[in-house]
């Protein structure tokens, strides 16, 4: 079992940033690969990026460029550093969990929202 929580969202402007972080406990990220995924009003959630085993990192192609995904694993969290950012990027951000071997994410945390204004 692993607990996520998320945290680090809040309201910026347009060009700026801010990094979230996920933590969890109750086991080691060294055997999880982290997810980031973000829902807006009125549309579904989307994947923006990852970080599996071994470190190899995956992000949906709007945000490459701008986020970084990076582990701690003396802290066992996971970052965001969101940069440049937009208002489209405004969402509610979760992050999420999946064992070394499994094919779908188990673990979820709250969720941390972000709003960027104009």
């Known amino acids: 079992q692993v607990q996520l929580t998320e945290s680090g969202g809040g309201l910026v402007q347009a060009g700026e940033s801010l990094r979230l972080s996920c933590t969890a406990s109750?086991?080691?990220?060294?055997?999880?690969?982290i997810g980031w995924f973000r829902q807006a009003p009125g549309e579904d959630r989307e994947f923006v990026a990852a970080?599996?085993?071994?470190?190899?990192?995956y992000y949906k192609t709007s945000v490459e460029g701008r986020f970084t995904v990076s582990k701690d694993y003396a802290e066992n969290t996971v970052y965001l550093q969101m940069n440049a950012l937009k208002p489209e990027d405004t969402a509610v951000y979760y992050c999420?969990?999946?064992?070394?071997?499994?094919?779908?994410?188990?673990?979820w945390g709250q969720g941390t929202q972000v709003r960027v204004s104009p």
């Open positions: 999420a969990a999946r064992f070394i071997t499994a094919t779908s994410w188990a673990y």
């Open positions: 109750g086991r080691t990220l060294r055997t999880y690969g």
């Open positions: 970080i599996g085993i071994g470190d190899f990192t």
